[in-house]
């Protein structure tokens, strides 16, 4: 194989592994899980309890999967807004890193149904990433 081709199948492979991580991205969380991505990160969550109650109190469970090439989130920030209805939720959520790359927010509450957009504020040692991901509470 020539250098050129070995470099090809190099940066194949490379992008096999970030397709393989992002897919498999929080399936240690169990059944409920929800993803958003951006370009350089996956964002997987699970809402304890499930699911997710008008006016109730919950937390998620996060974890936060970097694609190939791209250095793991140190922390992050959640929130929660209704853009139809310009405001956010009335808690700010308590956020708590459980080892590399997992995080549990705690005291977030949904006060009314409807759409809803979490967003993920990622910071790591290479700058910060923003995910959005809307998310639909009955």
């Known amino acids: ?3 050129r081709a070995r470099f090809v199948v190099g940066l194949a492979l490379a992008g ?10 929080g399936d240690a969380l169990g059944k409920g899980v929800a993803r958003g991505e951006s370009q350089r990160y996956v964002v997987a969550w699970r809402a304890d309890p499930a699911p997710v109650v008008v006016s109730r109190h919950f937390a998620l469970d996060i974890i936060v999967c970097p694609k190939s090439g791209t250095t793991p989130a140190q922390s992050l920030a959640v929130d929660a807004t ?18 590399v790359g997992r995080f549990r927010a705690e005291g977030l509450m949904l006060h009314m149904p409807g759409a ?4 993920f504020d990622l910071v790591a040692a290479d700058g910060t ?7 639909e509470l009955r």
């Open 116 to 119: 809803w957009e979490f967003t």
């Open 129 to 135: 990433e923003r995910v959005r991901v809307p998310y």
């Open 1 to 3: 194989m020539t250098p």
């Open 16 to 25: 096999m592994h970030g397709v393989a991580a992002a897919q498999g991205c």
């Open 82 to 99: 209704m853009p139809a209805h310009r405001h956010g939720m009335n808690y700010r959520p308590t956020i708590t890193a459980m080892g």
